[in-house]
């Protein structure tokens, strides 16, 4: 009876408890739709951003990766080059005499006139009667390529006299011209080639003789301003590689040393959280910051170079350490104490115990988190600036003490030029290769980790 | 492990040693400074290492004409450079600064000459400046009726009728450029005087700008073209040669009725232009290989004479006898004091 009483007021009561569930269920899957649908929508959102900023990129810096060339029949006149024979070396003469010699016969032949020369291979290419003056002709091709005639006479005397194809880069405002990143419609007055050499760069381009090639030299040519058109990145790319492996000599034996001390040696003292609160500090430090105190104690105090791989590499150290003493010690504590416990159990010391066992495992963390510190200092533009790795550098640095530049500062210095039309599609070029290199350094840390992983 | 350990210390070792054994001599010369100088130097630079095979190519960095010097006036010694380059004379302070850290043999060489223009977007209205337009626009304070009023205008056409119907904006180059100290001298302050002060007003009325319409650009004049293209009414300062090679965007204006060109500025025609500088540190020469040389191409007439590569690039030739005394003042080894400026 009780029951029976009570059954029908017990499911009223559920009914109601029901109701309320379900009312309530309604709203957490509402709340979790919502939440879903905000996710989604994040990803999406940061997708696109991604996708929108390497569509423009690539879409902006690809037509610079070809370039205008103009295949010429160039004669090295001999009453143009009016030089004296290239030294031979005498009997018995010294290292020293015959490279004066050689230099100061280097130098007359580059005193000839040159752009004499390339004028007529221009002549020579242009059609039959067309009439263009010495200024018009000269524009047509990228003013450095004399310098390339010359060497290859000097590598080669023989030449004197003699017809030799030879492919030139066209100029920057030639290239600007056929590719029309220069709005063709404009008047004479705002052209920046006369009407002659536009004219002929056209018939050019219909005949063949100029011609769109992969320009392999933005990797292979360092900087240059008065041959824009043949500005590369070489220079850049082996200042960037130089501080590169100074990062990684200096920063992954000090960071991971100190990590492994830290963690595993150090006494828990008041003194060891203050090197931990710095520690953490430090990697919260603007990379300006480290840029100044470069050019404070490196260059000022210690008297290194300017603009050199070898101060942007220990300034790039500095700000790498953090970032590899942190992740080292998080991969650390990660591994389980029975580990350290079963060596220390067999009799291991705690040195043999840390190199033999623990350090082995973590080696995928600490790989990983050494490629993304460099990848992060590759990028690096604000100290390289202030360390003037800004500088324009026309030539590869031998050494990390030569002065160089480095990509990113290679991609400000670009994006400063005069020549907009140009360089505008060569900035977002080299952008695309220090992208390129960033994708690639990640890949090989998320390679190298699912490796190692699966082997330990 | 142990290994790759004991390898990391040689490495550390050796690259500590490395750095210990560099401060061996410099070969290479380095030039610091003026962004407007920055492509002439770069440009003789490059075709410098090209036509002495026996030196390298000097390496050039920016900075602003301020910040050359100053990295000039460090002292001697391979840690510093060895060229400032200057769009404007070397101040007095600055030779003072650079005597009491050592540097005493400052020698002066001036390459050219570069303008300074005022230009819009090429779809915008025409501009006939004259220096007091631009004074007016800018100013914070400006006479009207014989006594000093806050700055009035809105558009330009308010200021004089043949300008365009557009609101005033204002790109100018930043205090860390010696294009500003010209614009200052020959654009605002002959403005200044033109509009008529009152009596008694401070002369520091001429340099003080409303900062509302007048963006100072800092870095170089990609950034103030970048400013013209999110706001197209803004009018820009650029050097000459940077319109030169932007003429298909950039639309120049006059000044006192002159355009802006190689004859008129080479002729003084054109009101606002000034003298390019380099300034050498004489401590370095024969200690850095090169650096005589260096100035004698530069100053040659295949880069900064008329039809040299450098007139190509845009620099305004100085008259050949003017170069010569340069080149006979350098070669003499006369340097430049304090009271000289």
Redesign the interface.
């Known amino acids: 009876m009780t029951i029976s009483s009570s059954g029908p007021s017990t499911s009223a009561a559920d009914e109601a408890k029901r109701a309320r569930i379900r009312a309530s269920l309604a709203r957490r899957h509402l709340t979790e739709r919502i939440f879903k649908g905000l996710g989604v929508a994040a990803v999406v959102t940061a997708l696109a951003l991604v996708g929108t900023l390497f569509w423009m990129v690539i879409s902006k810096g690809y037509p610079a990766f070809t370039q205008a060339n103009v295949a010429l029949e160039v004669y090295f006149d001999p009453e143009i080059i009016d030089v004296d024979a290239a030294p031979v070396r005498a009997a018995g003469q010294s290292d020293a005499d015959f490279r004066a010699q050689n230099l100061a016969w280097q130098r007359q032949v580059t005193l000839a006139n040159w752009n004499a020369i390339v004028e007529q291979a221009v002549r020579d290419a242009a059609p039959a009667g067309f009439e263009i003056d010495a200024r018009s002709a000269l524009a047509l091709v990228e003013t450095g390529e004399r310098h390339r005639l010359r060497d290859l006479f000097v590598a080669n005397p023989a030449l004197l006299g003699q017809r030799v194809p030879v492919e030139m880069l066209a100029s920057a405002n030639t290239d600007n011209w056929l590719k029309g990143t220069i709005n063709r419609d404009l008047e004479d007055s705002r052209q920046q080639l006369s009407a002659q050499t536009r004219a002929l760069a056209d018939q050019l381009l219909e005949n063949g003789t100029i011609s769109f090639k992969f320009a392999w030299h933005i990797f292979t040519n360092v900087d240059s301003r008065s041959a824009p058109a043949s500005a590369g990145l070489a220079g850049a790319f082996v200042g960037s590689l130089y501080m590169m492996l100074i990062v990684i000599l200096l920063a992954v034996p000090i960071g991971v040393a100190s990590a492994i001390y830290l963690e595993e040696f150090a006494p828990k003292n008041r003194w060891t959280d203050l090197i931990e609160v710095n520690i953490n500090n430090l990697a919260a430090v603007p990379s300006i910051v480290f840029g100044l105190l470069g050019a404070a104690a490196f260059i000022q105090y210690f008297g290194l170079p300017r603009s050199a791989p070898i101060v942007g590499g220990l300034v790039l150290t500095l700000m790498t350490l953090p970032t590899i003493i942190i992740a080292t010690r998080s991969s650390l504590r990660a591994v389980p104490p029975s580990l350290r416990q079963a060596a220390l159990g067999l009799g291991a010391s705690k040195t043999q115990m840390v190199f033999h066992h623990v350090l082995p495992v973590t080696l995928p963390g600490i790989l990983t988190a050494t490629i993304i510190g460099v990848a992060q200092a590759l990028g690096e533009t604000a100290p390289l600036l202030i360390i003037g790795m800004n500088a324009f550098v026309a030539s590869i640095p031998a050494t990390p003490f030569d002065q160089a530049s480095a990509l990113p500062a290679q991609i400000y210095l670009w994006q400063g030029n005069e020549n907009r039309n140009f360089f505008e599609a060569r900035t977002s070029a080299a952008i695309m290769v220090l992208l390129a290199l960033m994708l690639a350094l990640n890949a090989i840390a998320v390679l190298l980790r699912r490796r190692l992983e699966r082997r330990g | 492990?142990?290994y790759a350990?004991h390898a990391?210390?040689i490495?550390?070792t050796i690259?500590l040693a490395?750095?210990g054994a560099?401060?061996q001599s410099?070969d290479?010369i380095?030039i610091?400074g003026s962004?407007t100088v920055?492509?002439f130097a770069?440009?003789v630079?490059?075709?410098f290492?090209?036509?002495?095979?026996?030196y390298?190519?000097p390496?050039?960095?920016?900075?602003g004409s301020g910040g050359g010097l100053r990295q000039f006036c460090?002292g001697v010694?391979?840690?510093t450079?060895d060229i400032a380059n200057s769009s404007r004379r070397i101040r007095a302070g600055e030779v003072e600064a650079c005597n009491a850290a050592g540097v005493n043999d400052i020698r002066e060489i001036q390459i050219g000459y570069d303008g300074i223009v005022f230009a819009v977007g090429?779809d915008q209205g025409d501009f006939a400046l004259e220096p007091e337009h631009v004074f007016r626009a800018i100013a914070a304070e400006v006479p009207v009726d014989g006594a000093m009023v806050a700055n009035p205008y809105t558009n330009w056409n308010e200021i004089d009728p043949s300008l365009p119907d557009q609101p005033i904006a204002l790109a100018i180059p930043a205090s860390n450029h010696g294009t500003r100290e010209v614009f200052e001298e020959r654009v605002t302050h002959a403005g200044c005087e033109a509009a008529g002060l009152p009596e008694g007003t401070d002369e520091a009325a001429c340099s003080t700008f409303r900062q509302d319409v007048v963006v100072e650009i800092a870095?170089?004049?990609?950034e103030t073209?970048a400013r013209l293209q999110s706001n197209p009414a803004t009018v820009g300062v650029f050097g000459l040669?940077?319109y030169d090679?932007?003429?298909?965007?950039l639309k120049v204006a006059t000044v006192s009725g002159v355009e802006p060109s190689l004859e008129t500025i080479a002729s003084g025609e054109y009101p606002v232009s000034r003298p390019l500088y380099f300034y050498v540190k004489g401590e370095h020469i024969g200690v850095i290989p090169g650096l005589e040389d260096y100035v004698a191409f530069f100053l040659s007439d295949q880069m900064a004479g008329m039809g040299g590569?450098l007139e190509a690039?845009g620099m305004i030739p100085a008259p050949a006898e003017e170069t010569a005394a340069v080149l006979a003042a350098f070669e003499g080894g006369e340097a430049i004091t304090a009271d000289q400026l």
């Open positions: 492990m142990k350990l990391s210390a490495a550390l690259a490395a750095t560099q401060a410099r290479t380095q610091a962004s920055l492509p770069s440009i630079a490059e075709e290492g090209a036509a002495f095979p026996e390298n190519t390496v050039v960095g920016s900075g460090e010694g391979e840690g450079i090429i870095g170089d004049y990609t073209l040669s940077f090679q932007n003429r298909d965007t590569a690039a």
